[in-house]
């Protein structure tokens, strides 16, 4: 099992920055795709960004594009850093983990953190 807690979340002006971080532990992959998804009041978990230790690669939603960066030190730990942030970014932003290959749709990711959740005021 692999265990993912995220870290980060709060309260925030419209156009002002946050950076939230993952972190997974137990028996972790040793090239993994973690990705951040969203949910928002009402509405279905949508795939924000992923980075893939498999391929070196990252993918982003087009909604955060240029604003939105993701990274990571290792195979454990996830970053992403989020600037210029609107009202609609306001959600519940999760973790997730799937041992290799990219992905950007819910279903294909096995491991969840408990979310971590973001309010951007206007």
């Known amino acids: 099992q692999v265990q993912l807690v995220e870290s980060g979340g709060g309260l925030v002006q419209a156009g002002g920055s946050l950076r939230l971080s993952c972190v997974a532990s137990g028996h972790t992959f040793s090239a993994p795709t973690m990705a951040w998804f969203r949910q928002a009041p009402g509405k279905v978990r949508e795939f924000v960004a992923a980075?893939?230790?498999?391929?070196?690669?990252t993918n982003y939603a087009d909604s955060v594009k240029g604003r939105f960066t993701i990274s990571g030190d290792n195979a454990k730990t996830v970053y992403l850093q989020m600037n210029n942030l609107k009202p609609e970014d306001t959600a519940v932003y999760y973790c997730?983990?799937?041992?290799?290959?990219?992905?950007?749709?819910?279903?294909?990711?096995?491991?969840w953190g408990q979310g971590t959740k973001i309010t951007v005021s206007s």
């Open positions: 997730a983990a799937r041992q290799i290959g990219m992905a950007t749709t819910t279903w294909a990711y096995n491991y």
């Open positions: 980075i893939s230790w498999s391929g070196g690669i």
